[in-house]
């Protein structure tokens, strides 16, 4: 009887509510125009960055073409994070439902593990430049970039489908307030259960991938 009542306390298909990110500045918008103002040039900064690897002849290399594949990882990186955190200053639309938040969770896990991965190909991209320059042509050659961009794109949402589901069927008090963003962490000290070995694994889980590179 006594578990039923306390489990009455908890839910797990509830809303979030996002606490805003200035709500102890006295003034939040100037510090919301820099933010946004800072985000539209980064944007831009990665968007002429891929026209320009695009439109020149000479930077059509493995190189580039591993930087126009973190640039747009960037550019998504970014567009899913500072809008919401500019949104949520409005207090009508500072909610966010289970759905939503579990979507940025994987998006959010998903390129964290794509910067890593695209990081590790461009760096054997160098190792095999320098070590193997004879042969740098036939190791990198096109068909063995898109393998391996292929390859990244692929790799990238594994992690996201085994945390992301798990995270968000935690369940958490009543009490949902998440600063700024819906992630893992965040979400994880909203839950009552004890989440060490979770985050145990989690953290094996990185150093494994972070070996295998």
Not at 53 to 62: C, D, E, G, Q, R
Not at 86 to 108: I, K
Not at 159 to 165: E, H, K
Request: charged share 10%.
């Amino acid at each position: 009887m006594d578990i039923n009542i306390q489990m009455t306390k908890y839910t797990v298909w509830a809303n979030f509510f996002l606490v805003e990110l200035f709500s102890q500045s006295q003034h939040p918008s100037p510090l919301c125009v820099v933010i946004f103002l800072v985000f539209l040039m980064t944007l831009s900064g990665n968007a002429i960055l891929i026209l320009l690897i695009h439109s020149n002849a000479k930077l059509h290399t493995p190189m580039y073409f591993f930087i126009i594949q973190l640039s747009l990882m960037n550019m998504m990186y970014i567009s899913i994070t500072v809008p919401k955190i500019l949104l949520d200053q409005v207090p009508s639309v500072s909610t966010m439902f289970v759905p939503e938040c579990g979507m940025h969770v994987f998006v959010y896990l998903t390129l964290g593990v794509l910067e890593y991965v695209f990081l590790a190909v461009m760096a054997y991209d160098q190792y095999v430049i320098i070590c193997h320059v004879l042969h740098y042509p036939v190791h990198m050659n096109r068909r063995v970039c898109l393998l391996l961009a292929s390859g990244c794109w692929f790799l990238g949402p594994i992690q996201g489908f085994i945390f992301a589901p798990i995270t968000m069927n935690l369940p958490i008090f009543r009490s949902r307030k998440i600063k700024n963003f819906c992630e893992v962490p965040a979400v994880m000290k909203l839950s009552y259960l004890d989440t060490s070995l979770y985050e145990v694994f989690m953290y094996f889980c990185c150093v494994l991938m972070l070996s295998f590179l």
